[in-house]
């Protein structure tokens, strides 16, 4: 666009440094959503609630080891899959010790009820499950710590 001008030069900002600054843009404006994102998960109520069972399970914090980190979802995996009544997630967690895969399948009766985990699970990379919570009794009143 020839209307385009540097600060005190008659000439047009170049192609390259339009493509350079529109590359700069649209990668700072991914990254930007990128992190919202993660964010939005990592507040929701499922994800807290399956968080809150893995630090309070004496056999998976053992596992890991001290300190226990939790890692961002891996948003391109197709298992990590949340709609209006159901989410089924794969949190990365790691301790000094080992590190693993929090599977977490949380579900609510509508779009406006409260999360309600199902069940959630520690995979850790040598193959060893460990149970950490699941949702016993026919219609979900009974909770089962593993």
Avoid: C, T
Wanted: charged share 25%; hydrophobic share 40%.
């Amino acid at each position: 666009m020839m209307w385009q001008k540097y600060a005190g030069s008659r000439r047009s900002m170049p192609l390259g440094a339009r493509i350079l600054f529109h590359g700069v843009f649209y990668a700072g404006g991914f990254a930007i959503v990128y992190y919202l994102i993660q964010k939005f998960h990592s507040r929701a109520l499922y994800y807290k609630l399956a968080v809150e069972q893995l630090q309070s399970h004496p056999e998976a914090q053992e596992a890991l080891g001290p300190p226990l980190n939790i890692h961002y979802l891996k948003l391109i995996d197709r298992e990590n899959f949340v709609d209006i009544v159901d989410a089924k997630l794969k949190i990365p967690v790691s301790g000094s010790k080992s590190e693993g895969l929090l599977y977490v399948h949380s579900s609510r009766g509508g779009p406006f009820q409260r999360w309600h985990l199902d069940e959630v699970f520690l995979e850790l990379k040598d193959g060893q499950q460990i149970p950490v919570f699941k949702l016993s009794g026919e219609n979900g009143d009974e909770v089962k710590k593993e």
